[in-house]
């Protein structure tokens, strides 16, 4: 089945008044934030206050959309302006030229460009009116992309913004404007970027650009929405960054680089992170050093889901180059909140990490040599959890509705943990210490407030059960234990059937269990009787306004929608009954079924 998106021909909303206004309102956003930069009145064209005219000045500019590339790094030691066309499209030679006039200074400027058509004309023409007029300027070219194979037709993206940073510091330290275009050459011939993506970007008032299907991934995306070199089915990150990281050693020449990681817009801090590590991973694994990682959202694509991965060929250049190219990395920029340099951290932290392959599988367990009754018991469990695991989609979306959409999750996590942990659990002599070991798994690996609820009550009824072998356990002593582990959880978070939790319907399900001691049911009624009052506490659950947990803030808008906690707690006993039903037929064990 393939999964599509959902996105509409109609406009994706955003936080925006006018299309055609958000640039010049985003600006002035930009300058109520930073008092060292100013507006031009007839142009969006942000420049530094003061500008010093014994250095260069370093300008940079395009379409909007970028953010904060370029506005949001016009400071002193970085850019002293940005000129600012509208979203995705190049600002005028006009508004170039005003700019050039505006931070014009007896050092000259340079002009940084990106390797766009509508920006090389528009940028070009207004170096040479200046030239023309008397002015110092030179202009350089930036092509970092990889994703097109020759080299004239790259366009710009990320590794723009790390060279203006190194040349933004050369300039500040004093570098004349000869020597920093020689050095702007030379760091575009020895920085590459590719970027991959999940999703399109919308531009402000339009529907998103294009569609992809929720198993795809876009490779070679550049920063303005356009498609790809290539469409390819979804990997995981670590895969991610291992494909990123091949097509760019491909083409540098040493073993020194400075990697930098971006955000292109609408892609998490956590993802971010785990693609950080594996990218570093893979480096290292290539036996080639990263002397300096960057991190950041600094050249967007508006709110595309996507990254790129910039390395710059360090042991390219000169070895005093390079400390001077370190230097300028390295140094402080005040106001910079976007474009985070620092040490690569791996090799020190490294020592910490376990992968998958090097985990002990349990090594505080003991494999067990079951009973025929153990082994039954732990088909009841087997059968229990493993019915749990494809109630992942459903628990997450009854759970998006009312919270944060990870009830699922925890259910699916917890239930493998259990599920690989069952060989190891001593339930001929110690059933409670079984369930209390079970509590602990469930506890850390459910994640969230369900894991530690869920691992109480199994202490709590571990506690209630009498210290015998599962052979002489009886029903009535599970129907107590049930009763007084769901007290216990009661008294723990103070709730009461009514508040809307999950002791909507374990309470209800803990008097039936109860009933059971008092009348003539069989097990197999009782087992009936449970289900179906944690069944009806559910649904007068949907009923409720919630007094307690994550859904209390929403109000009157859950009424009528199931609570998570219910549907778990009434998916699991059902599970329970029908696993119970299904191993009682198939034992001859005396005195083995729980009911």
């Not at 303005?224 to 070199?229: I, L």
């Not at 990697?259 to 991973?281: P, S, V």
């Not at 082994?375 to 919270?403: C, H, M, T």
Request: charged share 25%; hydrophobic share 45%; net charge negative.
């Amino acid at each position: 089945m393939i999964l599509q998106r959902t996105e509409s021909s109609k406009p994706k909303p955003k936080f925006i008044n006018d299309p055609e206004n958000c640039v010049r309102e985003a600006l002035e956003g930009v300058c109520c934030l930073n008092p060292d930069v100013r507006l031009l009145k007839k142009s969006n064209v942000l420049l530094l206050k003061n500008i010093d005219q014994q250095k260069v000045a370093v300008l940079c500019g395009g379409g909007s959309g970028h953010e904060p590339a370029h506005a949001g790094f016009v400071l002193n030691g970085m850019l002293s302006g940005a000129i600012c066309g509208g979203v995705f499209a190049s600002p005028s030679y006009k508004d170039v030229f005003e700019a050039i006039q505006a931070c014009k200074t007896e050092k000259g400027i340079l002009l940084v460009i990106k390797n766009y058509t509508g920006d090389v004309l528009n940028f070009e023409l207004a170096a040479n009116i200046a030239r023309s007029r008397g002015i110092k300027i030179a202009t350089l070219r930036v092509a970092d992309d990889i994703a097109l194979e020759k080299k004239q037709n790259a366009r710009a993206i990320a590794g723009t913004v790390v060279i203006y940073k190194i040349l933004g510091a050369a300039a500040a330290s004093g570098m004349d404007l000869q020597k920093l275009v020689a050095l702007g050459q030379s760091l575009d011939q020895s920085i590459y970027t590719l970027g991959i993506s999940l999703s399109a970007c919308a531009l402000p008032g339009s529907p998103t650009m294009f569609q992809m299907n929720f198993d795809e991934m876009e490779l070679g995306m550049g920063i303005h929405g356009e498609k790809g070199k290539e469409r390819m089915k979804l990997l995981p990150a670590d895969k991610v960054a291992a494909l990123l990281i091949q097509h760019l050693v491909e083409k540098i020449k040493s073993d020194r680089v400075v990697l930098a990681l971006n955000n292109l817009g609408g892609t998490t801090d956590i993802e971010l992170m785990i693609l950080m590590r594996a990218a570093l991973r893979e480096l290292y694994a290539r036996k080639i050093k990263v002397v300096r990682v960057i991190n950041g959202k600094f050249m967007s694509s508006l709110d595309m889901h996507g990254i790129s991965i910039t390395l710059l060929d360090l042991g390219a250049h000169h070895v005093d180059a390079q400390e001077d190219i370190l230097k300028w990395l390295d140094l402080e920029v005040p106001g910079n909140k976007h474009f985070h340099v620092s040490k690569s951290n791996y090799e020190e932290a490294i020592v910490d990490f376990k992968s998958e392959e090097e985990k002990e599988d349990s090594p505080s367990f003991v494999e067990q040599q079951h009973s025929p009754a153990a082994i039954r018991f732990k088909e009841i469990l087997q059968i229990v959890f493993e019915s749990l695991i494809p109630k992942e989609a459903y628990l997450n979306s009854v759970d998006a509705e009312v919270g944060d959409g990870d009830t699922g999750f925890g259910v699916s996590r917890s239930s493998k943990t259990v599920l690989a942990h069952l060989k190891y659990l001593p339930l001929d002599d110690d059933v409670p210490g079984s369930l209390k070991i079970m509590a602990e798994l469930i506890s850390d690996s459910f994640g969230g407030s369900s894991g530690p609820l869920y691992g109480f009550l199994l202490v709590n009824v571990s506690e209630a059960l009498p210290k015998q072998k599962l052979c002489q356990l009886a029903p009535a002593h599970w129907a107590i234990a049930f009763k007084q582990g769901v007290d216990a959880l009661k008294d723990l978070v103070h709730v009461q059937v009514g508040d809307r939790t999950m002791i909507d319907a374990l309470d209800p399900a803990a008097h039936a269990a109860m009933d059971f001691l008092k009348s003539k049911q069989t097990p197999e009624e009782a087992l009936e009787k449970i289900v179906k009052a944690a069944r009806e506490g559910a649904d007068k659950a949907k009923l409720l306004v919630a007094r307690r947990g994550r859904s209390a803030y929403l109000g009157d808008r859950v009424i009528g929608l199931a609570d998570p906690g219910c549907e778990l707690a009434y998916l699991w006993l059902s599970a329970l009954k029908n696993a119970l039903f299904t191993i009682s037929t198939k034992s001859t064990e005396e005195n083995f079924i729980i009911f």
